[in-house]
């Protein structure tokens, strides 16, 4: 990404020098309408006084600050509690659904779909309104049903694809069936899935912020308190400005760890038994 | 079993109001998806950027978040809409990015030989475009299409907290009736079900039809 890498796609050659002129001239006209739209809106922003002190000031106050970062601390604290309950969650329904036992495997099976099929919003809102329960408790529940049960998939999907001679191997030294898979496969496939892992992880924290429409007291809460007062005014739009990057911040850098695994699997050789069945040729040749 | 059939038209005023979302965001997913799928393989770099940019600002941003900013925020700007068209914006803008993935995917899936093999019998880069990547393309990305627009369908939830008028937000009016709660969820659960088999269903079809053979 650093130079234009020349390399050839099925759309086009690699180009040679009057395509990369004209190519260039495309890269100046895009760049200038980009820059117009972004000078547009600054324009936008200036004229409908969104820069005034103000509605900037209340930022530097010590309550404000307090009420945002408690805001952002009861985000991360929902995020944490649904991460770890859908991770364990995941665990069980993805064992049930590994499981020997026919009805274990349906049951599974059934809540494992179901929940995936559902709106998570609608979880929660059945879990706040009918069942009557707080907010955060409320929240984590929905969250970890849905992530759960996603993450079963996740979890069922890397156990698969470990190759089928590690099982073999395992069950030829005499190793039970509970063996066989805590040391043997679920390692492997905790490996082979950490990135989708993670990335599901950012769905769950992207996820956190519907507690605002369940009036939990997360971030997203915090900021309308501010945007509705209105001493300050209604500092809407800074409000925004200042939550959205703190939000997108957080989820890009959960999503830059799950990049930063896959990248880090690729160059691993532990992973390899389980890296060929992934690309898509798995147990056709177990063991080559 | 009294609550679907006493308040028929509300769950159906809801139910149509889910599908207008879906329908119409979909539409607008897919087209912004394609345009910046498009930015994302062009060859001009300044192109690439804003392909990337867009994909991964948006990707990382909850969609709670998306909704609170454009609903309650473009209006500051004096741009005053139906709520309905802002969930429409909302929702295509931030599946686009997805769409925008999955297609860009797809091209990278067609072998370098096809376009080689249609420059070198003369095809101009439209006829190559249209005659070989992109239904080799379209093929192989059927199916995560398919999810991605399901969810979608499960993300219009979200509009109907927003006071737009879409399934979820039955539970409201039917709770304030004083109608039970469990059965009113229950029948809401059975019209996503409903939607979210039926986009599924009918990329089923569609797989059967034009998808890869394996």
């Not at chain 1, 559902?118 to 984590?140: K, T």
């Not at chain 2, 979200?158 to 969820?185: D, H, M, P, Q």
């Amino acid at each position: 990404m650093t130079r234009s890498t020349p390399h050839a796609t099925a759309l086009y050659d690699i180009p040679g020098p009057a395509t990369r002129k004209r190519h260039f001239l495309y890269g100046v006209a895009a760049t200038a309408v980009i820059a117009g739209v972004i000078a547009w809106v600054i324009h936008l922003l200036f004229d409908t006084d969104q820069f005034t002190s103000q509605k900037w000031t209340p930022f530097t106050y010590k309550g404000i600050q307090e009420l945002l970062l408690r805001g952002l601390g009861n985000t991360l604290k929902a995020f944490a509690y649904a991460a770890v309950l859908s991770l364990v969650l995941g665990a069980v329904l993805a064992v049930g659904r590994l499981s020997d036992h026919r009805p274990v495997r349906w049951i599974s099976t059934v809540l494992v779909e179901f929940f995936r099929a559902m709106p998570v919003l609608v979880m929660i809102f059945f879990v706040f309104v009918a069942l009557r329960v707080q907010p955060l408790p409320a929240l984590v529940t929905g969250l970890t049903l849905y992530n759960g049960s996603v993450l079963a998939e996740v979890f069922r999907t890397g156990v698969n694809s470990v190759e089928r001679g590690q099982r073999e191997a395992a069950y030829a030294l005499g190793m039970r069936k509970t063996q066989v898979t805590v040391h043997v496969l679920a390692p492997q496939a905790v490996r082979a899935m950490l990135p989708t892992i993670i990335s599901q992880l950012v769905v769950a924290l992207k996820d956190t912020s519907l507690g605002y429409l369940i009036t939990y007291e997360e971030f997203l809460h915090a900021g309308k308190l501010i945007a509705s007062n209105l001493d300050y005014d209604l500092p809407f739009i800074p409000v925004v400005m200042v939550i959205s990057p703190i939000y997108i911040g957080m989820c890009m850098l959960l999503s830059w760890c799950a990049t930063w695994a896959s990248r880090r699997q690729r160059r691993n050789p532990k992973t390899e038994a389980t890296g060929a069945s992934t690309a898509g040729q798995g147990a056709v040749l177990p063991g080559a | 079993m009294d609550v679907l059939t006493d308040n028929f038209s509300l769950y159906g005023r809801g139910f149509l109001g889910t599908v207008e979302l879906t329908v119409y965001a979909s539409l607008l997913a897919m087209a912004l998806g394609f345009v910046m799928a498009s930015f994302r393989v062009a060859p001009v770099r300044a192109l690439r950027v804003i392909g990337t940019v867009w994909v991964t600002v948006l990707r990382n941003t909850p969609l709670t978040l998306l909704f609170f900013a454009v609903l309650l925020g473009l209006p500051r700007f004096g741009l005053v809409l139906p709520f309905q068209l802002f969930a429409v914006l909302a929702l295509g803008c931030y599946t686009s990015a997805f769409i925008c993935e999955v297609l860009r995917s797809g091209i990278n899936t067609v072998p370098t030989g096809q376009g080689e093999a249609a420059r070198s019998l003369g095809m101009s880069f439209g006829q190559t475009l249209s005659n070989i990547v992109l239904p080799q393309a379209f093929r192989s990305v059927i199916p995560p299409v398919g999810s991605t627009l399901i969810a979608l369908a499960k993300n219009s939830a979200i509009a109907g907290a927003f006071s737009v008028t879409e399934l979820l937000g039955t539970y409201k009016t039917l709770n304030e009736l004083g109608y039970s709660i469990i059965w009113s969820f229950v029948w809401i659960a059975v019209g996503y079900l409903i939607i979210t088999l039926a986009i599924s269903a009918l990329f089923h079809v569609m797989e059967k039809r034009w998808g890869v053979a394996r």
